[in-house]
């Protein structure tokens, strides 16, 4: 392994024990075995390495929801049983999922990153809608646009209750069902 991939490893590690704010330069350098200098080479900052390493940590969680959602369940289960897929996989990308969102705050200071960070969001709405919602966004992007951003919302909000209690966040079949009565209560 050379010392590129090294840097990526050491700061995905850093990233998982310690956050994305708390992770130095010397943190990386130290779990990667190399020198300081490696990182303005490799990477030019730091910043810029923590940066991939998130947004490529957020590509393979993003795979690993691919995976979760191809459920196999009877029809009237499917929802619960992506839910609680979904939920299932944040405990692997604990410290990227968490990251994610010091890089959001990060990114409201610069434009370049907040298109960057638009620009995955729209990717990712486009696929929540396809995966989630199975509405194909070149056929139909405004329907794909609004329940792509419906289930991101309620993906995100997930998201924050597991990173605060994992213990209190509801699993697939309790949040199928409050959708649908959420539904039911608003159309009366």
């Known amino acids: 392994?050379?010392?590129?991939?090294?840097?990526?490893?050491?700061?995905?590690?850093c990233i998982d024990h310690s956050g994305l704010?708390?992770?130095t330069a010397r943190d990386i350098a130290a779990a990667a075995g190399v020198s300081l200098a490696a990182i303005g080479y490799h990477f030019g900052t730091t910043e810029a390495l923590l940066r991939e390493v998130v947004l490529t940590g957020l590509d393979e969680w993003g795979e690993a929801v691919h995976l979760a959602v191809q459920a196999d369940a009877a029809p009237g289960d499917r929802l619960a049983v992506i839910w609680d897929r979904l939920i299932d996989s944040f405990a692997d990308y604990r410290g990227v999922l968490a990251a994610s969102y010091e890089l959001v705050i990060?990114?409201?200071a610069d434009d370049a990153d907040r298109r960057q960070l638009a620009s995955m969001l729209e990717r990712t709405r486009r696929i929540f809608a396809l995966w989630l919602a199975g509405v194909d966004p070149e056929a139909e992007p405004e329907r794909a646009h609004r329940l792509g951003a419906a289930h991101y919302a309620i993906v995100t909000g997930v998201l924050t209750q597991w990173l605060a209690d994992p213990t209190a966040v509801p699993r697939?079949?309790?949040?199928?069902?409050?959708?649908v009565e959420i539904g039911g209560s608003i159309s009366q």
């Open 106 to 108: 990060d990114a409201s």
């Open 21 to 23: 704010a708390r992770t």
């Open 1 to 13: 392994m050379g010392n590129r991939e090294a840097l990526l490893r050491g700061a995905r590690q």
């Open 172 to 179: 697939g079949a309790d949040l199928a069902s409050a959708m």
